[in-house]
């Protein structure tokens, strides 16, 4: 049973550019969230998407945008890169019930630099 | 908002030994979980041990527990006969209920590196 993949696992950008990062759900899972994980930091919650609508959105710009796929794949994309935007890009996974969303699955993250 | 304070940025313990990392939060609600997470240098994160608010016994997984202090809002996890596979990064994290898919957001402390001596 695959758990939750992403892709790519590294990649180097120039500012100004822009970046797409893909992530498959563990089997069974239905529910895809983003974290950014800064150097020496905690993740910090990007947005979540449930039935390919974004249900929740951290306290991050318009640059950073995502999608979800019938086959409940993701996509976060981030536009205009700044420095900043360096960091661990994480997608966490899980099953929603119907009375509460599951334990979260980590994939094992997209490192991103910007230069 | 909620906030997940850990305020010891590393901590080192002798193989075998037993070892508390502590974390704090702060939340106005009643309900919600907890969460110790580790994360080794393959990066990716690991759930060690979650703790539903509303039980007031405290979670054991193996080596693992907690002691939760609702009431203080405390939540550290001791980890007993430590192992050299256990030096990471651990996050203590904070989730409200979701009742309508649209809450998977975890908010995570800053973490603490823990090493281990053989």
């Known amino acids: 049973d695959a758990g939750v993949t992403q892709s790519p696992t590294h990649l180097i950008k120039t500012r100004g550019q822009q970046v797409t990062l893909r992530c498959s759900p563990k089997s069974g899972h239905d529910t895809v969230s983003w974290y950014q994980q800064a150097l020496g930091q905690g993740p910090q919650f990007i947005f979540q998407?449930?039935?390919?609508?974004?249900?929740q959105r951290g306290n991050f710009p318009d640059r950073f945008s995502g999608h979800q796929f019938p086959n409940y794949s993701s996509e976060l994309n981030v536009n205009a890169l700044l420095l900043g935007d360096s960091a661990l890009y994480l997608c966490?996974?899980?099953?929603?019930?119907?009375?509460?969303?599951?334990?979260?699955?980590f994939g094992e993250g997209s490192r991103l630099t910007v230069l | 908002a909620q906030t997940v304070t850990q305020s010891q940025p590393e901590m080192s313990v002798q193989e075998a030994e037993t070892v508390t990392l502590s974390c704090t939060y702060d939340t106005s609600e009643s309900d919600y979980y907890l969460f110790w997470y580790k994360q080794p240098p393959s990066r990716q994160m690991i759930l060690v041990i979650r703790?539903?608010?509303?039980?007031?016994q405290n979670a054991t997984e193996n080596r693992f527990s907690v002691n939760f202090q609702k009431a203080a809002k405390s939540f550290s996890l001791k980890i007993s006969d430590s192992q050299l596979g256990d030096a990471a990064m651990y996050f203590c994290a904070y989730r409200s209920p979701d009742y309508t898919g649209a809450n998977s957001k975890l908010t995570f402390g800053k973490g603490i590196t823990l090493s281990v001596r053989p």
């Open positions: 966490a996974s899980s099953r929603f019930t119907g009375e509460n969303t599951g334990e979260l699955f």
């Open positions: 703790q539903e608010a509303y039980k007031q």
């Open positions: 998407y449930y039935e390919e609508e974004e249900r």
